[in-house]
């Protein structure tokens, strides 16, 4: 192994840690609150001087532009017809800027068009939007249709929404069982979105429900986060000091400082470099 190799080896390593990371938000049910959290939790983290990006990719009713007030000059379905040729410069030229410093691209205009949204091409622009970004987060359709599918397959982290109804509850249950089944789990954290809304179920009861001991938990506070979607101004923006803006600066806090930590035990070198290291080492001895 030449010296040369072991440094190009290492280049990489490092390079891999430039990645940004992907989060994608799902849930099992419509309108529990993906896009809300989208757009205040990208707002939340830019906060933070770090370089956000939202994919809207509810490819068919997408409506981050909407949540953010926002007329794309340019969609996805643009960004898909110069595949061949895209590159990092050129896909920033189609994303729309948000006053908070988050850049979007939007999802296509007419629902028809989402079927032109294959796979390899979302793979191949969230792989462009990653080495410019540090957090990408991914708006999704419901459920577990394909399309959302590959969002989750590909993501670092999955954020799945469910609230404190029965039917939402069950089916958040079967996505997650169906994800273990995929072997993806692992990577699913859920929210409980207006976690204290008047129901049956307490709060308290879900990671019981769901197995799942460490969720994220966001307030009820229909006012504002209507009236947020509506206006399309972030409520992370103008209602900073309510329960539920505190509630997603906090998790954008827990989300950053859990790939910090992510990110320093990364650095350790990796066990290819640390063998490349030592069989230089041992040929400098024998020599
Ligand atoms: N924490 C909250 N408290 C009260 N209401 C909320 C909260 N989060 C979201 N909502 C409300 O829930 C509704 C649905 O929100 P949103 O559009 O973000 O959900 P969605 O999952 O993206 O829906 P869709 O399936 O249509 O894409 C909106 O009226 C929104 O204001
Ligand atoms: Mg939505």
Same mark, same amino acid.
């Given at each position: 192994?030449? %010296? ?20 994608? $938000?799902?849930?099992? +049910?419509? /309108? ?16 933070? #001087? ?6 809207? /990719? ?17 969609? $996805? ?10 590159? !990092?410069?050129?896909?920033?030229? *189609? ?16 629902? !028809?068009?989402?079927? &032109?949204?294959?796979?390899? #091409? ?10 410019? @970004?540090? *957090?990408?987060?991914?708006?999704? /359709? ?11 397959? +590909? ?8 609230? @404190?109804?029965?039917?939402? &509850? +069950? ?36 990671? %019981?429900? &769901?197995?799942? *001991? ?14 947020? &979607? ?32 992510? $990110? *320093? ?21 024998? #020599?």
């Amino acid at each position: 192994m030449t %010296d040369t190799t072991v440094e190009t080896v290492e280049k990489e390593v490092k390079q891999k840690h430039k990645r940004g990371e992907m989060i994608t $938000v799902c849930s099992a +049910k419509g /309108g529990v609150g993906r896009t809300t959290m989208t757009v205040n939790l990208a707002v939340a983290l830019c906060k933070k #001087n770090i370089k956000v990006g939202i994919l809207d /990719g509810n490819f068919m009713f997408g409506d981050v532009g909407l949540a953010m007030d926002l007329q794309a000059a340019f969609t $996805v379905k643009d960004v898909i017809e110069d595949i061949e040729e895209l590159d !990092e410069v050129s896909l920033s030229s *189609y994303f729309s800027r948000h006053e908070s410093g988050v850049k979007i691209l939007a999802a296509p205009d007419r629902p !028809e068009y989402s079927e &032109l949204v294959t796979k390899d #091409n979302v793979s191949k622009i969230l792989d462009l939007m990653l080495t410019q @970004l540090d *957090y990408v987060i991914v708006d999704t /359709g419901v459920g577990l249709q394909d399309q959302t599918l590959s969002l989750i397959e +590909k993501a670092d982290q999955v954020l799945m929404l469910t609230n @404190l109804e029965m039917a939402t &509850l +069950k089916n958040t249950k079967l996505m997650l069982e169906t994800l273990e089944t995929l072997d993806l789990r692992d990577k699913v954290t859920t929210v409980i979105n207006r976690s204290t809304m008047e129901s049956v179920i307490n709060a308290s009861d879900v990671p %019981d429900i &769901l197995e799942d *001991y460490q969720p994220y938990y966001i307030p009820n506070d229909f006012q504002i986060a209507s009236q947020s &979607l509506n206006i399309g101004i972030p409520f992370v923006i103008n209602q900073r000091k309510t329960e539920l803006a505190k509630a997603v600066y906090k998790m954008a806090e827990q989300l950053t400082s859990r790939r910090e930590i992510k $990110v *320093y035990e990364s650095e350790e070198p990796s066990f290819l470099s640390k063998l490349f290291q030592k069989s230089k080492r041992s040929k400098e001895g024998t #020599n």
